[in-house]
């Protein structure tokens, strides 16, 4: 047998493990006693509750000061919000160690800015709208 080859052993699982890892949890329990697990139905009754017109987001940009968000993470969420890809209720939240203030992040993150993907005579409008919801804590 060469150095670089393992030998061909069975190696066999204790039959405890073996019963553990093929019987179903069961639902865990609140404090009333009843089961938290929901049923296709109920998380269908509930999904059916959040229509896409009504659905909302908060996106955190962890590193919000740096190099990374300005020239790339920003600009690429502001095109998917310029094709109408995000809801209609979102806002971002940068993060970083960097003091800044909400007014210097909108104005750091407006220079990056481009409508690069087609030209529309809303690309300003746009972006007012996109820096509205911008929104920095340091940390």
Same mark, same amino acid.
């Given at each position: 047998? $060469?150095?670089?080859?393992? @030998? ?5 699982? @204790?039959?405890? &493990?073996?019963?553990?890892?093929? /019987?179903? &949890?069961?639902?865990?329990?609140? /404090?009333?006693?009843?089961?938290? $697990? ?7 009754? #509930? $999904?059916? #509750?959040?229509?896409?017109?009504? &659905? ?22 502001? /095109? #998917? ?5 995000? @809801? ?15 007014a210097e992040l909108r104005d750091m993150v407006s220079k990056t800015l481009t ?25």
């Open positions: 047998m $060469a150095s670089n080859e393992v @030998p061909n052993k069975q190696v066999k699982a @204790p039959m405890d &493990a073996v019963e553990n890892a093929v /019987a179903p &949890a069961a639902p865990s329990t609140v /404090a009333n006693g009843t089961s938290s $697990a929901i049923t296709v139905e109920e998380f269908e009754d #509930l $999904a059916s #509750l959040v229509k896409d017109d009504e &659905a909302s987001v908060s996106i955190t940009v962890v590193g919000a000061s740096g190099d990374l968000a300005k020239k790339k993470i920003f600009p690429a969420l502001f /095109a #998917l919000y310029y094709e109408g890809c995000l @809801p209609k209720h979102f806002s971002i939240f940068g993060y970083a160690r960097s003091k800044m203030t909400d409508c690069r993907i087609d030209k529309r005579e809303n690309c300003s409008e746009k972006m007012e709208e996109f820096l509205k919801r911008c929104f920095y804590h340091s940390g």
